[in-house]
């Protein structure tokens, strides 16, 4: 089976623009979850959609959203980008029933 | 609230050597422990998982992990270290303070430097 993949890889954008990142979670894989990544944060738990609906969702501020499509493909969306928010955007993707969660390789974006 | 704690930023062993990476955490009820293991500028890959049963949980690439209830410890081993294992290690626990939820909280990490 493919592995979850993410799109775009890296990304630079400017303060006060928006992004959208993308993931595609493993086949038959439902829930997917959205972490941020940061030298100094560590892993932080952004949300999780299961059946196109928000399960789950991390201390982060209303720029940060998310949507999941019948395909069970995810988005999100970072708007008013600030320079904190670069880091590596992580996506994981989970069968339902089964506690670990597969990991894409990530989207790293540099906020200048 | 539900914590994990990684206490050394990095651990150094030689080639052929067993290896430990320490974990401990804090949860209310049962945890659900994982390890998880990075390489540079590559994403998350599972390596293993405690759930339930035996404390000796077996993974991939020749790791396992001791469960420890009493010292609400989980830590990572491997009998003899590869150079190839060197990477970022983390350690998770599943947020179970709401039910039906995927969340994972990380600890910091640990990097794992293996020596020729």
């Known amino acids: 089976k493919a592995g979850v993949t993410q799109t775009p890889r890296y990304l630079i954008k400017t303060r006060g623009q928006q992004v959208t990142l993308s993931c595609s979670p493993i086949?038959?894989?439902?829930?997917v979850s959205w972490y941020q990544q940061t030298p100094g944060q560590g892993l932080q738990f952004l949300f999780e959609y299961f059946s196109e609906t928000q399960r789950n969702k991390g201390n982060f501020p209303g720029r940060f959203s998310g949507r999941q499509f019948s395909n069970s493909r995810s988005e999100m969306n970072v708007s008013t980008l600030e320079l904190g928010d670069s880091a590596l955007y992580l996506c994981a993707s989970s069968l339902e029933g089964h506690y670990e969660q597969y990991f894409g390789p990530g989207t790293r974006l540099t906020v200048t | 609230a539900q914590s994990v704690a990684q206490p050394e930023d990095q651990v150094n062993v030689a080639e052929g050597n067993p290896l430990t990476v320490k974990c401990t955490y804090s949860?209310?009820?049962?945890?659900?422990l994982f390890w998880y293991v990075q390489y540079p500028n590559r994403g998350l890959q599972f390596l293993l998982k405690?759930?339930?049963?035996?404390?000796l949980v077996k993974g991939s690439y020749g790791f396992e992990a001791e469960f420890n209830k009493s010292q609400t410890s989980f830590h990572l081993k491997k009998p003899s270290a590869l150079v190839s294992d060197s990477a970022l290690y983390f350690c998770?626990?599943?947020?179970?303070?709401?039910?039906?939820?995927?969340?994972?909280?990380f600890g910091q990490g640990t990097t794992l430097q293996v020596k020729p």
């Open positions: 998770a626990v599943r947020d179970i303070s709401s039910s039906n939820t995927g969340k994972l909280i």
């Open positions: 086949s038959g894989h439902r829930s």
């Open positions: 405690y759930i339930t049963g035996d404390n």
């Open positions: 949860v209310s009820g049962n945890p659900y």
